[in-house]
C-alpha cells in the first residue's frame, strides 16, 4: 500500500466544503483515514491506497467538477520534505494513529470490517466504479465553459473541462 499527498488549490467557502472533498477520496482509500491540513486556498490530504497513482489522478480528474479547480498528487515517502509547525507535522503525516480524532480528519469504516475483495476484484471494482462515475457526471455546457473562460481564463479550465470542450469543437 502506498501513501499519497494530495494537494488541492481552490477557493473553498466552510469547513463543510474542506470535508466533503476529502470524503469524496474515500471509495479510493484503503487507510482508516484521511487526514488534511488546510489554509486559505490550498487543503493537503493524506491517504494511502492499494491504487497507483495514474488510477487514483484519473479518479481525482473525473470527480473534481465543482469541487475544486486544480490539484497535485504525489506519492508520500521518505523523499517527501516538509515545512510546517510541529503539530501539524504530527497530526498530518501519521496515518496509523488511532489517538484522538479531531476536526482535521476523516474517519473511514476499515476495509476488514466490509466486504473484502481480492486485488483482482479490487482493480474490477474501482473500473466499474469509475465507469459509473463518468456516466453520471454531468459536462458543462458550452456556454459555461465559455463563462467561466472569460471571469478567469482558459487556464482555469480543468483537464475535464478541457477535454469537453475540445469535443465542443469537434462538433
Known amino acids: 500500500m502506498k501513501k499519497y499527498l ?3 488549490i481552490g477557493d473553498f467557502k466552510s469547513q463543510e466544503e474542506l470535508r466533503e472533498i476529502a470524503l469524496a477520496l474515500s471509495p479510493i482509500v484503503d487507510s482508516q483515514t484521511i487526514k488534511y491540513q488546510y489554509t486559505k486556498g490550498v487543503l ?4 494511502a491506497s492499494e491504487m497507483d497513482m495514474k488510477d487514483i489522478h484519473e479518479f481525482l480528474e473525473i470527480t473534481s467538477y465543482e469541487l475544486y ?3 497535485i498528487l504525489s506519492e508520500f515517502n521518505d523523499k517527501v520534505s516538509v515545512f510546517m509547525p510541529q503539530d501539524y507535522v504530527n497530526h ?17 469504516i476499515p476495509k476488514n470490517n466490509t466486504q473484502h475483495f481480492d486485488e483482482d476484484e479490487d482493480e474490477e471494482f474501482v473500473a466499474l466504479l469509475l465507469d459509473e462515475v ?11 465553459l465559455l463563462e467561466k473562460i472569460k471571469n478567469k481564463g482558459i487556464e482555469s479550465l ?14
Open 6 to 8: 494530495l494537494t488541492v
Open 44 to 47: 493537503i490530504c493524506h491517504f
Open 69 to 71: 479547480d486544480s490539484f
Open 92 to 108: 498530518l503525516f501519521n496515518l496509523e494513529d488511532g489517538g484522538e480524532i479531531n476536526d482535521r480528519d476523516v474517519v473511514l
Open 134 to 144: 463518468k456516466k453520471q457526471l454531468k459536462p458543462p455546457s458550452l456556454d459555461q
Open 158 to 171: 480543468t483537464p475535464f473541462e478541457k477535454g469537453t470542450l475540445e469535443n465542443y469543437s469537434k462538433n
